[in-house]
């Protein structure tokens, strides 16, 4: 049986300029799972008020980032794709796409269409699942393949942050780093807004919400509680007591975000005397706008003006040998 496997990740603008920034941010902050709010409100906020105002600067942090191969995101998507072909068995080919910009997951779902493959797998590069992201994909997924009759089998792997190969992958890749050189740990995650953790928590959300995996209810798919979760794991492999390292959220827009908020806890850990700080980013498979540039230089900057020293990024899993490899086992397990 044919078999197709798709790796997805949140996309990248085409080039570094004004005019591809403002595509790809149109593109992104207009889909109604990113920004959740009505529709008509969303396209005035949008269209009229962020990307007029945000264009400009977002377009200098890409500079930041891009390099003479382009977006990492893009480029290193395709070495770890070249790199799966070569571990997966002969009967599998692999894809790669782009939630928004190019390749796009829509024009890579119409080639699946024309081609003789019965099984499709999908991994969105997101180890823990949100709705803005891998609840994205799902819904754009579901939308175009819903009519099609001859795929008789299609998985789309949710979120792979308790796989003992995504763990093994992402320690591997920590131990690249002498962590008993640094005073302190932390574990920093892509922020959400709280209305979105809302509607996994129907009823309220708690300043101290102890929301875990463990509670089906709405644990298992509680992004707060996955990222905590994460931590632990890592941790615990690591050898690292609780109080030697932190949980943040970073990239927040406002106040009304997921906390503890990195930043912050970056000025606490320098101010407190702290000079030697690691910084941990496991909602990031590859690097990107929030580690190399938020983290690596926005945030390196804030520690040494609050009286640190050095501020280290443990680099994302890219597009290593031993992260393909974990991939093999990932898409290959059941679930």
Known sequence: ????????????????????????????????????????????????????????????????????????????????????????????TIFYAMRYGEPSLISVLEKLKIQDFKELIFLPLFPQYASSTTGSINELILKELSNNQKFTNLKIINQFYNHRAFLNAFVRQIQKYEISDFEHVIFSYHGLPIRQINKIHPKHF??????????????????????????????????????MYSVGFQSRLDKNWLYPFTDKIIIEKAQSGIKNLLIISPSFVTDCLETLVEIEYEYRNIFIENGGKNLTLVKSLNDNTFWAEAINEIIHSPF
């Open 1 to 92: 049986m044919k078999k197709a496997i798709v790796l997805v990740n949140v996309g990248t603008p085409k080039k570094a300029d004004k005019k591809s920034v403002k595509i790809f941010l149109r593109q992104f902050l207009n889909d109604k799972r990113v920004i959740d709010i009505p529709f008509f409100f969303r396209l005035l906020l949008v269209n009229l008020i962020i990307i007029p105002f945000r264009v400009s600067k977002s377009t200098k942090l890409y500079q930041k980032l891009w390099t003479e191969k382009g977006s990492p995101i893009l480029y290193y998507l395709k070495s770890l794709s070249v790199k799966l072909q070569k571990i997966v068995p002969e009967n599998e």
């Open 206 to 243: 708690e300043k101290n919400c102890t929301c875990s995996v463990s509670m089906p209810e709405h644990g298992k798919y509680c992004y707060k509680a996955t990222c905590y979760e994460t931590t632990r794991l890592l941790a615990q492999i690591l050898n690292l007591s609780s109080d």
